[in-house]
């Protein structure tokens, strides 16, 4: 069963409280959203909400539930719809929800504005009608997303460029963070280069921090303000 746990900035993981009680700590999903044919996609924060993505549980042969894909796409494909709830921070209620096209993940700003990407695009999501509004930008296979301090959207772009990109609400480039053209697989290893990003965040100092996932080393690693590779750390399949 997948779980929601209450979490404090800088400090222990606390537990989500409801009418002056206290939740359990490992909160089921099924039971915030009374629905358990969902699982998180994404999931997102800002100081007054938590917005998750839900889709279709998987099946045995990797498509979702109740639907099968016909042309399943193993870059985190999805069916036709998917969910995006949002939860208060606090009580872990929903607080509202609506029913998407298809998208892999979601950003939140500290505004409360979200955004979402597919295989292809980067959206804006009107969340009073539940529309995607394309936001025009040069990327060429949005892996991830996340959105800075100055409001800015990170994404992970792992087509051609193997970059992280961050763009205006606009769709302006602002800074680019890693070497163009990523790292070779074989080869002299290249620190200021990524390969294979799959998730992107930004901590209160405004350092990106991108998590690579594939079949050799995995590698997390903290980009600076100057948008450069300053640690890392490898996590090796067992």
């Known amino acids: 069963d997948y779980k929601v746990t209450g979490v404090q900035t800088c400090a222990l993981p606390i537990s989500f409280v409801k009418d002056g009680q206290e939740r359990p700590f490992e909160l089921p999903l099924a039971q915030i959203i009374d629905d358990n044919t969902l699982e998180p996609a994404s999931l997102a924060?800002?100081?007054q909400h938590i917005v998750m993505l839900l889709r279709a549980k998987?099946?045995?042969?990797g498509a979702t539930v109740p639907e099968e894909i016909e042309e399943h796409d193993s870059d985190n494909?999805?069916?036709g719809q998917t969910q995006i709830v949002w939860l208060d921070k606090q009580s872990a209620s929903v607080?509202?929800?609506?029913?998407?096209?298809a998208v892999n993940a979601v950003a939140l700003g500290s505004d409360g504005a979200v955004y979402a990407i597919d295989s292809s695009k980067v959206y804006w999501l009107d969340s009073t009608s539940g529309q995607l509004v394309t936001i025009d930008v040069a990327v060429g296979k949005p892996a991830a997303i996340a959105v800075d301090n100055a409001g800015n959207l990170v994404v992970a772009d792992m087509g051609a460029d193997q970059q992280i990109k961050a763009f205006s609400p606009q769709g302006k480039l602002v800074y680019t963070c890693a070497r163009k053209g990523g790292r070779a697989i074989r080869g002299k290893y290249d620190e200021q280069a990524v390969y294979n990003v799959t998730s992107v965040a930004v901590d209160a100092q405004n350092n990106v921090w991108a998590v690579e996932s594939w079949e050799l080393d995995r590698k997390s690693t903290r980009l600076n303000s100057s948008h450069l590779v300053i640690s890392y750390a490898v996590f090796c399949l067992k």
């Open 45 to 47: 924060v800002n100081d």
């Open 58 to 61: 998987k099946s045995a042969s």
């Open 77 to 79: 494909a999805t069916t």
């Open 95 to 101: 607080v509202k929800s609506l029913k998407l096209p």
